[in-house]
């Protein structure tokens, strides 16, 4: 990993502070710049925009959701299409600690993400959570339509409800029994679901 220097660190602070408070759209750099006790010039030596601030901020954090998110569904992908949907939910609770104790360690960056980042790249993350399963689960493992509305509304809720009980400030014992409640719910819930759409 590439060494910060601290005055680089102290932008990326300032930055995070600023966003968090005001969102992409609302952050002003020059106060952003002002903050940190640097000029514009210095500033430029490490950014080239605000957006690319942003990008500093959070890209590591998204990049390794997308990563955890597709990770799981390939590991559900390597059992036979007939036993798949009865091991999707062994295999993310195995690894259910693990990103818990990711989102708790960068809930601010997941802030970031999901609720300050209108204007940048990163405006429809949620979407491109949530379509990852809808690809995965309905085309690999509960085979429904896409185009199911129901299904979509499903697979929204659940990421809504996942990012609320970590963005909700509770301790890590609490969080992950929330996590995996919500996803033991989902779960046969959607085994139902199936179950109903295949029988018409």
């Avoid at 640097?38 to 997308?66: C, H, N, P, R, W």
């Avoid at 990012?163 to 919500?182: H, N």
């Amino acid at each position: 990993m590439e060494e910060i220097s601290n005055t680089q660190q102290q932008i990326l602070n300032v930055g995070k502070k600023e966003f968090l408070e005001h969102g992409f759209k609302g952050a002003s750099l020059r106060q952003i710049v002002k903050q940190a006790g640097f000029t514009l010039g210095a500033f430029y030596g490490y950014y080239q925009s605000k957006e690319e601030l942003f990008d500093a901020l959070v890209k590591e954090t998204a990049d390794y959701i997308i990563v955890f998110i597709q990770e799981i569904y390939d590991e559900v992908k390597m059992y036979p299409s007939k036993e798949r949907a009865g091991h999707m939910m062994d295999c993310f609770a195995r690894r259910l600690p693990e990103i818990v104790d990711y989102l708790l360690e960068h809930s601010e960056e997941l802030r970031l993400l999901l609720m300050k980042a209108e204007g940048t790249r990163y405006e429809t993350f949620f979407e491109t959570m949530a379509a990852i399963s809808e690809k995965n689960v309905g085309e690999n493992i509960l085979w429904i339509s896409r185009q199911n509305m129901t299904f979509r509304l499903l697979i929204h809720a659940y990421y809504r409800l996942l990012i609320q009980v970590v963005l909700g400030g509770g301790d890590r014992e609490s969080v992950l029994k929330a996590m995996m409640d919500i996803q033991s719910f989902f779960y046969y819930g959607f085994q139902y679901f199936m179950k109903e759409e295949n029988e018409q």
